[in-house]
């Protein structure tokens, strides 16, 4: 059990020897420590006298080591068979079942079953080889140790532990069987320096393993200074896992609502797969808000979050005319299941729903405050395996807070047959016919809404208001080559609707007026429409033997279809009906099918000759490298489509508009989309399309009735990753604040957009929408980052929202800065904090909130 060994007082066997007959029958009775401080090492060596205070031993039973020690150094290993001790010097290492000891110098007493650790100053004082000791998952560095191994006591002098999150600094330590620390002169932290940037230092700590860490009188010293902040006793969390406790509030004061407590709540660890968290914000002139947040997660099963949240907002006081109450919810939940869990089965939700002005009376974030809609959805979906049909079940919810306009359908029932091929064979053999290729598939789908005011949901009338149908539909095609070059796929479609009401309108001769009624029963109707279409490739290069241009190549991707269906608002189908709409005895068509869910079968003969061209451009360009030339492909225009229609069965205005899009990418960063609808014929005095072309009128093919452009550039920079870049403090951090995390190791990041939008119909002014937005963030120095977003509205010639965010790193410390200077949701947030999440109550902030100006 020597390691490296080059000097030994006896012979190797002979020692070996006395060491195994030592702790095979030796006597050691249990050591009482006194509060003097470990005598080193070399006192010993010097001197035989026991400095120890032990129990008598004339009648103490015999009792050996339940296991063997391990021990080795680098430099000597001397043996003293009269004081029956074994020196160790230069690195030496002892091992006991769990226990591990690094140190310079270690003493150990065979009789007294104890062993003495120290380091060793050198000329200038500097200690090296500072005793290192582990046992079971306690780790920690002192300057001098003395461990008993029967009675596993031990006595530590200057100790530096990590306990949990934090670190114990202990300038005297006794340690007890069960691996507790008393501890006096102390101090917690969760700095992990040798002299920490701030402590909570206490006179007495006792830290209770896989428990709690409790100090006596406690007060708070920065850069090893005292401060006035004191507390009369400490208690800190030093369970693993999840528990319990309360969640301690923000305090301060708002102009508009009073003193107040924010996030005061209590938090409900129950175990590893659930928690809740009950906070609430109290403010002193009546506003508060209540909320309820969950976290679960069931590995490889399912994982989620659900918050509830409720406010109460008051404004101004009672007697005045502009005082205001208002309540307000909202939903959030959100669930995912492990692909692993069920292949055939999956559940998922994502919903987000309440009343429109929450957001606007909470405080909340810019992404939240700006946008106008909510929406929501929860699906169950159902395979069969070895059966070619599937089955969906969704709720959905569509809310739009400007407008209070809801939309909610529950359920939405679709039934999924996959496309099958009823005439191929069952053993091929040879090439397939074209018949064989013919494939049919079958869906069903049932929904069940209501759209309506989000403040008339809840009320009995609305009930009335749902909106239900059934619809089934098989679409039926095949393709084939012809020509070699030319692909050609002819399709059908069958689609059946069925209803349980319908609408009709009744003239009333009395009252002059057209009056509409719900006629309950069931109804179905049918449409089907046939169509045929042929696309082909055609490419173009241009090589160019010299210069940076090795080659230039263009794709033209033409298409033709041809649609028929037939007109069923013909009185043969019964789909339509004649109402009278004036006392001249005007009529009017409708369709029976007009306000339910899928609509009816649509109204005119419908016969249209469809056109489409779509271009794709890239050039090849040379380039030099160690290698040679090397050619690398540059898209010039990713995409650029052209589409038109001819109606053949109309009796005017046969042509439709012809649509231009078009998307490209710059520089592998600037991605332009554009895109314009162009009108061919003219408009008469009520801005509306007549049948004369644009041409007669001016000379001109067409006329630009909308187009859109819009810029999108993204630049960011990722450093080169150096091994495991997070310590483990900075990963709990980030699992447990992973939207307040600042990651340093993207220098900068930067994005902007610009969005411009025109229309114009007949000889009404045109309109022209223009926006920009610049978001990012940038690394100051290593440790400070500021992050910027804004959003310019050129027509009103103004900001809709701008702010930045300052951080800065302070190692064990944060400091933030959000500051909005101007807008709706002028504000700024100023907070320092710990960044451990044990004592993330350490903080101070300074706030202005929007609602106070």
């Keep these: 059990m020597f390691s490296q060994v080059t000097k030994i007082s006896l012979p190797l066997w002979v020692l070996f020897l006395l060491v195994f007959q030592q702790f095979a029958v030796g006597s050691i009775p249990p050591a009482t420590f006194d509060d003097s401080l470990v005598s080193p090492v070399s006192d010993r060596l010097m001197s035989r006298v026991d400095t120890l205070h032990t129990t008598d031993t004339t009648h103490q039973d015999d009792e050996a080591l339940r296991s063997k020690i391990k021990y080795s150094a680098r430099d000597s290993v ?13 690195a030496a290492t002892v091992d006991y079942e769990d226990l591990h000891l690094d140190a310079e110098r270690i003493l150990i007493d065979m009789d007294k079953k104890e062993l003495t650790a120290e380091g060793v100053a050198d000329s200038l004082g500097n200690v090296t080889g500072s005793p290192h000791f582990s046992q079971g998952n306690q780790k920690f560095r002192s300057s001098t140790i003395r461990y008993n191994f029967d009675t596993k006591k031990g006595k530590i002098g200057y100790v530096i532990t990590q306990e949990g999150d934090g670190f114990i600094h202990g300038e005297v330590v006794k340690k007890d069987p069960e691996n507790n620390f008393f501890i006096r002169r102390g101090m917690y932290t969760t700095c992990d320096l040798d002299t920490p940037h701030f402590a909570i230092t206490s006179n007495k700590l ?35 896992g999840r528990s319990s406790g309360v969640i301690f509030p923000v305090f301060g004061e708002s102009a508009q609502r009073g003193f107040y407590f924010q996030h005061l709540g209590y938090y409900f660890g129950f175990n590893d797969f659930f928690n809740l968290a009950l906070t609430s914000d109290l403010y002193t002139l009546g506003s508060f808000t209540l909320d309820a947040s969950s976290l679960y997660k069931n590995r490889y099963r399912y994982s989620g979050s659900f918050q509830l949240s409720y406010a109460y907002t008051v404004t101004s006081e009672p007697e005045l005319p502009d005082y205001n109450s208002r309540k307000d919810f909202h939903v959030n939940w ?59 079940v969704q709720l959905t919810h569509s809310q739009n807070t400007i407008t209070h306009d809801i939309r909610i359908t529950s359920p939405d029932l679709s039934f999924n047959v996959a496309r099958i091929y009823p005439f191929r064979r069952k053993h091929t053999a040879g090439a397939q016919k074209w018949f064989e290729k013919i494939g049919a598939s079958y869906s069903v789908r049932a929904t069940n809404y209501i759209q309506t005011k989000d403040s008339m949901l809840f009320r009995r009338e609305s009930l009335d208001q749902f909106q239900n149908g059934i619809q089934h539909n098989i679409p039926i095609s095949t ?66 033997p010299r210069g940076p241009i090795a080659a230039i190549r263009h794709v033209l991707t033409p298409s033709v279809s041809l649609s028929y269906r037939p007109d069923f608002s013909a009185q043969s189908f019964g789909y339509y009906k004649s109402v009278q709409t004036d006392s001249t005895g005007t009529e009017r068509n409708y369709s029976i099918f007009q306000s339910n869910v899928y609509g009816g ?53 046969k042509w439709s508009v012809l649509s231009v899009n078009g998307r490209t990418t710059i520089l592998d960063k600037i991605g332009i989309n554009f895109g314009a609808i162009l009108d061919p014929y003219a408009f008469d005095e009520n801005n509306r399309d007549y ?94 980052k500021i992050g910027f977003n804004s959003w310019y509205d ?60």
């Design 78 to 90: 001397r043996a003293d068979l009269l004081e029956k001790n074994v020196y160790l010097f230069g």
């Design 206 to 240: 006792k830290v209770i393993s896989n428990n709690k860490i409790v100090t006596g009188p406690a007060y708070l010293t920065i850069e090893s200074v005292p401060t006035p902040i004191a507390i009369p006793f400490g208690f800190f969390p030093n369970k693993k």
């Design 334 to 392: 959100s669930h995912n299941q492990d692909p692993k869990a069920n292949p055939n089965r999956s559940f998922s939700a994502s919903v987000n729903a309440g009343s429109s002005s929450y957001y606007q009376n909470t405080i909340s974030s810019t992404n939240n405050f700006l946008s106008n809609t909510f929406q929501s959805s929860i699906s169950y979906s159902r395979t069969f395996p070895g059966k070619p049909y599937n089955l969906g």
């Design 479 to 544: 393709s084939f080559n012809i020509l070699k070059y030319f692909t050609v796929t002819p399709s059908a479609n069958y689609t059946e609707r069925w209803y349980f009401k319908t609408t009709q309108y009744d003239w009333d001769p009395e009252r002059l007026q057209t009056d509409t009624m719900q006629v309950h029963g069931f109804q179905t109707n049918r449409d089907y429409q046939f169509s045929v279409g042929t696309s082909t490739r055609i490419y173009g290069m241009f090589q160019m």
């Design 601 to 653: 079968p649509p109204a005119g003969k419908y016969g249209t000759l469809s056109f489409s061209l779509n271009n794709n451009l890239e050039m090849k360009v040379r380039t030099r490298s160690d290698t040679g030339e090397v050619l690398k492909k540059i898209k010039l225009l990713e995409s650029l489509n052209f589409g038109a229609g001819y109606n053949l069965m109309a009796d005017s205005m």
């Design 691 to 784: 049948n004369r072309f644009q041409y007669d009128m001016n000379r001109q093919v067409f006329r630009l009735t909308s187009a859109s452009l819009s810029f999108n550039y993204t630049l960011n920079k990722q450093a080169p990753k150096q091994g495991n870049k997070y310590s483990k403090q900075e990963l709990d951090y980030i699992n447990s604040h992973p939207e307040e995390y600042v990651d340093f190791t993207i220098p900068f990041n930067l994005s902007m957009s610009y969005t411009m939008s025109y229309s114009k119909t007949g000889a009404l002014p045109s309109t022209t929408r223009q926006s920009a937005s610049v978001n990012g963030d940038f690394s100051l120095t290593s440790r400070w």
């Design 794 to 853: 050129f027509d009103n010639g103004r900001f809709t929202n701008f702010g930045v965010n300052f951080y800065r790193d302070l190692h064990c410390w944060e400091m933030r800065l959000g500051w909005i200077p101007f807008g709706f949701q002028q504000s700024y947030n100023f907070q320092i904090n710990v960044k451990a999440s044990i004592l993330q109550d350490l903080k101070l902030i300074k706030k202005r909130d929007f609602y106070d100006r």
